[in-house]
């Protein structure tokens, strides 16, 4: 097997290796003789009603156990998609809300308290960030920046008494380090602290909770649903009274999801392992290509043995995203880049990614960070690639032309 071939199974062998429990979780429908429909239909509504009284009292109790109770604490779809999501990650719960940074605040909320101290890693996704510095300061919480790359010397000595919440994003979604999980893990549990992690960009192929992460976030958004067509989050827990606090945070927040919106990510999943087989081994295609480019000086996907992290992506991940980042040489002007990115056809330009198409995003003088130590290797303009299902000799040529235009 040649190099090229073994990256490739590399990145899609975990999408491979999930397709079966992709289409078959969460299907448990009754048998019916008059036939069941394969996928489960949206079910709508605010109001429910119980025989008795005794029977909405009773059921009024159950509030942990996924049971309908009343419209805004769950439908059976949402429902439905909790138990998927939970068995993806590895969970024994899942609570679904309205967005992925509802899943990020949410999470932060349920388990900060006043006086409270926190630790997010300077590559954080920048919503976020401005969810820490804003309404969590006005709530008497303090958010430290940590280097998302540092060791645990470095961690443990930025641990406080009243350090409640350590953050981590892993990779981060704009710079693309990869985090020790493991080793963050057990600092912030020798602290008394809780790990909270971002997972969106390693649902399936990353496995949370055999990492010591006490709380999964998903924005469900991105590969989940697939299509671009909804807004939806996950926060997962493994343990018991974590998802009592969860679920009381949830239901004392509102937070839920739509019936559509669930139904579409529900069905979006049964083709997630298909289309990111596919989707990951084409953005390693373009990785490789733009890597070997004289414009580019430094592709920053975790799969390529020469993108910071890399050990950690090889020794924790099952597959690879087919989102990465590329930064430019130093010569080229913020400017010449935008040109470049204007001249695309096939990468739309836009926020967010996971879904089908090719997407292309300018970083430089979005990415804001805190911590004086947190500095990128190069200073060239950078972007952001997320490559879809469309042929990758196709996705080449566009960016082949494109930068003819950086080179004018």
């Not at 048998?31 to 239909?41: H, I, R, W, Y």
């Not at 976030?217 to 989050?233: E, M, R, V, W």
């Not at 996907?301 to 020794?315: D, E, N, V």
Request: charged share 20%; aromatic share 6%.
């Amino acid at each position: 097997m040649t190099d090229r071939q073994a990256l490739h199974d590399a990145v899609s062998r975990g999408w491979r290796q999930m397709g079966t429990l992709l289409v078959h979780l969460a299907r448990d429908l009754p048998p019916d003789p008059q036939g069941t429909l394969v996928n489960a239909p949206p079910t709508r509504g605010s109001t429910v009603l119980f025989p008795t009284v005794a029977d909405m009292n009773e059921n009024g109790d159950r509030r942990y156990d996924h049971e309908l109770i009343y419209g805004a604490m769950g439908t059976p779809i949402q429902h439905q998609l909790e138990a998927a999501i939970a068995a993806i990650e590895g969970a024994r719960h899942t609570q679904i809300v309205s967005s992925g940074l509802a899943a990020c605040s949410t999470a932060l909320l349920g388990f900060l308290g006043k006086n409270g101290h926190c630790l997010l890693p300077d590559s954080v996704y920048g919503p976020t960030r401005r969810f820490a510095n804003t309404l969590l300061r006005r709530f008497g919480v303090e958010t430290s920046y940590y280097p998302p790359t540092i060791d645990g010397d470095g961690l443990r000595a930025l641990m406080r008494p009243n350090t409640q919440i350590v953050f981590a994003e892993s990779p981060g979604s704009h710079t693309f380090e990869v985090q020790d999980v493991a080793m963050i893990a057990d600092i912030a549990h020798e602290g008394g602290a809780r790990l909270v992690l971002d997972n969106t960009w390693g649902i399936g192929i990353f496995h949370p909770f055999a990492h010591g992460v006490d709380i999964s976030i998903q924005a469900l958004t991105k590969y989940p649903s697939g299509h671009s067509d909804s807004i939806i989050g996950a926060i997962s827990v493994a343990d018991d009274q974590d998802w009592q606090a969860l679920r009381d945070t949830a239901i004392q927040l509102g937070q839920l999801a739509g019936p559509d919106d669930c139904w579409l990510t529900l069905r979006g999943l049964r083709t997630m392992g298909a289309r990111l087989e596919r989707q990951s081994r084409n953005a390693l295609d373009v990785a490789l290509w733009l890597a070997d480019r004289p414009e580019i000086a430094c592709v920053l996907h975790p799969a390529l043995p020469s993108c910071p992290g890399h050990y950690l992506w090889k020794r924790d991940f099952t597959g690879a995203s087919a989102l990465f980042g590329v930064i430019l040489r130093d010569e080229y002007s913020q400017s010449s880049m935008i040109s470049m990115i204007d001249s695309l056809t096939l990468f739309g330009i836009g926020a967010s990614w996971g879904g089908y198409e090719s997407l292309v995003l300018p970083t430089t003088g979005g990415i804001v960070r805190s911590s004086k130590h947190n500095k990128t290797p190069h200073s060239g303009p950078a972007f952001r690639l997320h490559i879809g299902l469309e042929n990758p000799e196709d996705l080449i040529a566009d960016l082949s032309n494109g930068l003819d235009v950086l080179n004018q």
